[in-house]
């Protein structure tokens, strides 16, 4: 592992016989991802994507996924028996309270999963580990991480971003930008590290103490 003798890394501790958490998050298109990636390409440290955890958490034949179908209708199974998640999402889009049902569901079943893959990376010898969840304050699950970085950048660069790699029109990706439950502002305020991402990808790493 190299760090930066001045980078944020530097002083985060690593000596803890539980693995440490850092916590990372950020709105969309901030480039949360490229934090993550740098911090288990360039440090060496496992990343917990929270994402795939979801994912975990939809196998058929797990409680999650019974409890899906019990809220959702037989509809959001696929041919090949695993959740459709393109009619899960049509299900819920839009609709607060089915929203509200599948958050009910799916985030205890992640953070069970995030849990018990980070005791199972200490008993590995992992020092510290990385939890990228983009609804992590949301969920309630900052409370496993002993810090919390923030990527974040101006809806601006947002809005320039999600055009570019998703193809949006304007009115697409300030819809996407405006969805968002929580703001810059609210995620900063939660706290330890705030990486803004207004330059390029290197500018990001180098901010982060990545060598």
Known sequence: MTLNGGGLLASFSFTRRRPSVVGLIG????????????????????VIDADKLGHE???????????LVDAFGENIVAGDGTIDRRA???????NPSNMARLQG???????????????GLGREGAESVVLEAAVLLEAGWDDLCDELWVVQVPP?????????????????ADKRIASQPMTNQ??????????????????LVAKAGFD
Not at 27 to 46: D, H, P
Not at 105 to 119: D, F, G, H, S, T
Not at 156 to 172: I, Q, S, T
């Open 57 to 67: 958490s939809y196998q058929p034949g797990t409680r999650c996924f019974g409890k």
């Open 156 to 172: 601006a660069v947002a809005r320039a971003r999600l055009m570019k790699r998703n193809g949006f029109d304007e009115a697409e």
């Open 27 to 46: 709105g969309i298109a901030s480039g949360k991802s490229t934090v993550s990636k740098a911090l288990g390409t360039a440090c060496g440290l496992e």
């Open 105 to 119: 569901i799916v985030w205890p079943e992640i953070r069970l999963l995030a849990e018990a893959r980070i005791e």
């Open 186 to 203: 609210e995620r900063a305020a939660r706290a330890t590290v705030v990486l803004s991402n207004e330059g390029t990808e290197e500018d």
């Open 88 to 94: 899960l999402g049509q299900a819920v889009f839009g």
